[in-house]
């Protein structure tokens, strides 16, 4: 719901339109091949299109020289190779992850940012499907990794923890390690970039309606304090939109670098 689609404002004998999850349900906007398509879906479509937009014309005709826009794509693919990907992975190992981590961070930042943009209004990621289908295909790469650097039994050794030093506690290690790797590590990889998401547009949307309804009579004095935190709620967000793109990827950095890693 937005503000202007309620008539309801403060001492109009009706309760305030909280917000609540009938925020993050949306009706299908067009179908194709039997498939509907709502706005969350939509924009993710949006976020790919920007994304490969953005870089093809940053770097389509890449010059020595760089101009403006290839600058902006060389920061920002240099930021996440340097910033993230080698100081997880270091350069030798890592410069073979860079283009799929680039090619992460970016979509997750782009999905959390349609949350401040005019008309689309929403955190793609706040709906966990989104997390939950990137944090999967991190997942697969991991174990992935792992079997084949390590094969089998060196791969459940390496999920599991197991050390035979660790004498008679070794089973109860194995099994917290292997219920820790194999179901909560994914689970808390999604759920941190949703929660984050979705609890922050729903912050800024309580405040955008009640700045609204209570924009009548002296209820106008607090309507106006409600718009400033809307604006300072914004700011926030625009912060945490880029620290969850961030935290996601050095996640699946660590993710890579623990599946690379000698079993000892």
């Given amino acids: ?13 009706c309760g305030f339109p909280a ?13 194709v091949g039997g498939y509907d398509v709502n706005k969350p879906m939509l924009l993710a479509l949006l976020s790919t299109v920007v994304i490969i937009g953005f870089f093809w014309a940053a770097f389509g005709r890449a010059k020595v020289v760089p101009g403006k826009l290839q600058m902006i794509g060389e920061s920002g693919y240099d930021f996440v190779r340097k910033s993230i990907v080698y100081e997880s992975l270091g350069k030798k190992v ?9 090619s992460l961070f970016f979509f997750v930042w782009i999905m959390n940012l349609w949350s ?24 697969v790469l991991w174990m992935y990794l792992t079997f084949k650097k390590h094969g ?19 089973p109860m290690v194995v099994v917290l390690e292997f219920f820790s790797n194999v179901l909560v590590r994914p689970f808390t990889h999604a759920v941190r970039l949703f929660a984050n998401m979705f609890a922050g ?20 004095a607090y309507s106006g304090v409600s718009f400033v935190m809307t604006i300072l709620l914004t700011a926030f967000e625009l912060f945490i939109q880029a620290v969850q793109a961030y935290i996601f990827v050095l996640l699946a950095c660590t993710y890579v670098q623990g599946a690379l890693a000698e079993h000892h």
Avoid: R
């Fill in 94 to 102: 890592g410069d073979k992850y860079v283009p799929f981590m680039v």
């Fill in 19 to 31: 917000p609540g999850l009938h925020s993050f349900m949306f009706e299908p906007l067009f179908t």
């Fill in 201 to 220: 547009h729903l912050l800024i949307l309580m405040f955008t309606i009640a700045s609204w309804y209570l924009l009548n009579g002296v209820g106008i």
């Fill in 1 to 13: 719901m937005l503000a202007f689609e309620t008539d309801c404002h403060l001492f109009d004998g």
């Fill in 116 to 139: 401040i943009i005019p008309v689309a209004q929403f955190p793609v990621t706040s709906i966990i499907a989104f997390p939950a289908g990137l944090a999967l295909i991190v997942y």
């Fill in 152 to 170: 089998f039994v060196g791969g459940l050794k390496n999920i599991t923890g197991y050390d035979k030093s660790l004498g008679g506690i070794l």
